[in-house]
């Protein structure tokens, strides 16, 4: 069960209003990496945890922080809205700089939202729960959950760079750091967790069933052999199990792939089927 505490987790107050800021903080607030997609990830990888415990507690404390980040950008957003112009859009054009304004914010936070935030990305695009990952695999889903906060925080760092209200950087700056700590967080329970099950996901797949005379094996496939210097081309490999070894010219293991034609009731371009023309 959830409740609201009415206080913002930190203040979302621009120095003043700007609508084509507002347009591109929606990235980070709807986009693939922002604040609502890993409020989603982190409470639906900690609602399908089947285990009691300090890594279940951990994804619904982060998931729930995540959605104060949300609340606190569509406080900034629709704050950045404020005086936005709607009315004579032809007599405002005439102000060269209420002419980049309206040819620069997105129409419908005056059209639909009534100048409020959505769940959208900075170009309009809606949020999609075709952004989360919930595997069921805590190893799986962390490394998954380390790459969205490493995207996060590029996203906000840009953004940061990209204005000068004072209150807008300081509020990126607080959700900036936040990705650090979540980065730090990620980091360490993913240590923890592969020194109980390993590095390689799932750490459970019968070794009998896995063809391992090609598990180490680093094919070069690309001109060049540059690949060759790193980590991954030589030496013990890194879940201890072998060693990689690096193939300048990889062989195919298959054939030549030839299959059978397709029924006629496919009518697929068949050239053993005479046609019917007439």
Same mark, same amino acid.
């Given at each position: 069960m959830f409740y609201h505490v009415k206080d913002l987790q930190y203040?979302?107050?621009?120095?003043?209003?700007?609508?084509?800021? =507002?347009?591109?903080?929606?990235?980070?607030?709807?986009?693939?990496?922002?604040?609502?997609?890993?409020?989603?990830?982190?409470?639906?990888?900690?609602?399908?945890?089947?285990?009691?415990g300090k890594y279940k507690d951990l994804l619904m404390d982060v998931g729930t922080e995540e959605l104060a980040h949300v609340?606190?950008?569509?406080?900034?957003?629709?704050?950045?809205l404020d005086d936005a112009p709607i009315g004579d859009l032809e007599e405002a054009s005439q @102000?060269?700089?209420?002419?980049?304004?309206?040819?620069?914010?997105?129409?419908?936070? =005056?059209?639909?939202?009534?100048?409020?935030?959505?769940?959208? @990305?900075?170009?309009?695009?809606?949020?999609?729960?075709?952004y989360i990952g919930a595997s069921g695999n805590l190893i799986? @889903?962390?490394?998954?959950?380390?790459?969205?906060?490493?995207?996060?925080r590029l996203q906000a760092s840009r953004l940061y760079a990209a204005s000068s209200d004072r209150g807008v950087r300081d509020m990126l700056s607080f959700l900036i750091a936040r990705d650090?700590?979540?980065?730090n967080m990620w980091l360490a329970a993913l240590q923890e967790l592969e020194e109980k099950e390993g590095v390689i996901v799932p750490s459970t797949f019968p070794s009998e069933d896995e063809n391992k005379s090609v598990a180490y094996d680093f094919y070069n496939l690309s001109l060049g052999d540059e690949s060759s210097a790193g980590r991954w081309a030589h030496g013990p490999s890194i879940d201890g199990c072998s060693t990689f070894k690096y193939i300048q010219n990889p062989k195919p293991l298959g054939g030549v792939p030839h299959l059978q034609a397709a029924p006629p009731y496919s009518f697929n371009t068949n050239p053993h089927i005479p046609p019917q023309l007439c």
């Open positions: 203040e979302a107050k621009p120095d003043r209003p700007d609508a084509l800021f =507002a347009k591109q903080l929606q990235e980070i607030l709807g986009g693939q990496y922002g604040e609502i997609s890993v409020a989603m990830q982190y409470l639906f990888q900690g609602f399908n945890v089947r285990m009691d609340e606190m950008l569509a406080t900034m957003i629709a704050r950045l @102000d060269p700089a209420m002419a980049a304004i309206l040819g620069g914010m997105n129409p419908q936070h =005056a059209i639909v939202s009534g100048f409020g935030a959505m769940p959208v @990305d900075s170009v309009g695009n809606r949020w999609s729960a075709d799986a @889903d962390f490394r998954a959950n380390v790459m969205a906060e490493s995207q996060g650090r700590m979540h980065q």
